[in-house]
T-cell receptor
Framework: NAGVMQNPRHLVRRRGQEARLRCSPMKGHSHVYWYRQLPEEGLKFMVYLQKENIIDESGMPKERFSAEFPKEGPSILRIQQVVRGDSAAYFC???????????FGPGTRLTVT | EDQVTQSPEALRLQEGESSSLNCSYTVSGLRGLFWYRQDPGKGPEFLFTLYSAGEEKEKERLKATLTKKESFLHITAPKPEDSATYLCAVKESSGDKLTFGTGTRLAVRP
C-alpha cells in the first residue's frame, strides 16, 4: 500500500524559471492538499483540491502559483517565474472521503538560485 | 483566525525520562486536533486524531490528551528513536485545512 508520492524530491531552479511539483495521493484518496514549510517556520496551508476542482485556495499566493488535480494523473503545483523567497519544502497530503486525518508525502525541496 | 502554539520549542531528555509536550489552540469550532511526528528531511507522519475534550489516544510510549483549550503529548520512558519534531495541528468546523504549530524539537539522549 504505497503512501503519498511526490516528485521530484529535490528541485533546483534559477530565478525566473518555472517549477512543477507533482503529487500522487494514496490509493483510494480523492482529496489533495498542498502545504509549504519555510526554514524555521511551521507548515502553511496553500490549497485543497478534489478531482478537477479547487475547493479552497485561500493560502495560495495570488500571483505565479497555481494548482490542479486532473481527472487522470497526479496533482500539480506550478510556480512561475520563481524567486529566491520561493525556496522551501513543499508537502502534499491526501485524505480519503469522510476522514479528517491527512497523510503526507516526503516533500519536494525547492531551491531557487 | 486559528492559532496553534506549541511549547517548549525544544526539549532534551535523558533516555527513560518521561515528559509532556503542550499544544494550546484557539479555533472557532474544533473539528479535530492532530499530532504528527516529523524527522529531518521527511514529511510529517500521522500519529493521532482527537475530536473532543476528555478524549485520549495511546500508541506505544506516546499518549495524547485533549481539553477545551489545549492538548498534551505525554512521552513515557522515551528512547533515542523518539527524537524528532512533534507537530500539532487543528481543523476547524468550517474548513478542511490544517493549521499547524511550529513544533517541539525533542532530543532523547542515550
Amino acid at each position: 500500500n504505497a503512501g503519498v508520492m511526490q516528485n521530484p524530491r529535490h528541485l533546483v531552479r534559477r530565478r525566473g524559471q518555472e517549477a512543477r511539483l507533482r503529487c500522487s495521493p494514496m490509493k483510494g484518496h480523492s482529496h489533495v492538499y498542498w502545504y509549504r514549510q519555510l526554514p524555521e517556520e511551521g507548515l502553511k496551508f496553500m490549497v485543497y483540491l478534489q478531482k478537477e476542482n479547487i475547493i479552497d485556495e485561500s493560502g495560495m499566493p495570488k500571483e505565479r502559483f497555481s494548482a490542479e488535480f486532473p481527472k487522470e494523473g497526479p496533482s500539480i503545483l506550478r510556480i512561475q517565474q520563481v524567486v529566491r523567497g520561493d525556496s522551501a519544502a513543499y508537502f502534499c497530503a491526501s485524505s480519503p472521503p469522510v476522514r479528517y486525518e491527512q497523510y503526507f508525502g516526503p516533500g519536494t525541496r525547492l531551491t531557487v538560485t | 483566525e486559528d492559532q496553534v502554539t506549541q511549547s517548549p520549542e525544544a526539549l532534551r531528555l535523558q533516555e527513560g525520562e518521561s515528559s509532556s509536550l503542550n499544544c494550546s489552540y484557539t479555533v472557532s469550532g474544533l473539528r479535530g486536533l492532530f499530532w504528527y511526528r516529523q524527522d529531518p528531511g521527511k514529511g510529517p507522519e500521522f500519529l493521532f486524531t482527537l475530536y473532543s475534550a476528555g478524549e485520549e489516544k495511546e500508541k506505544e510510549r506516546l499518549k495524547a490528551t485533549l481539553t477545551k483549550k489545549e492538548s498534551f503529548l505525554h512521552i513515557t520512558a522515551p528512547k533515542p528513536e523518539d527524537s524528532a519534531t512533534y507537530l500539532c495541528a487543528v481543523k476547524e468546523s468550517s474548513g478542511d485545512k490544517l493549521t499547524f504549530g511550529t513544533g517541539t524539537r525533542l532530543a532523547v539522549r542515550p
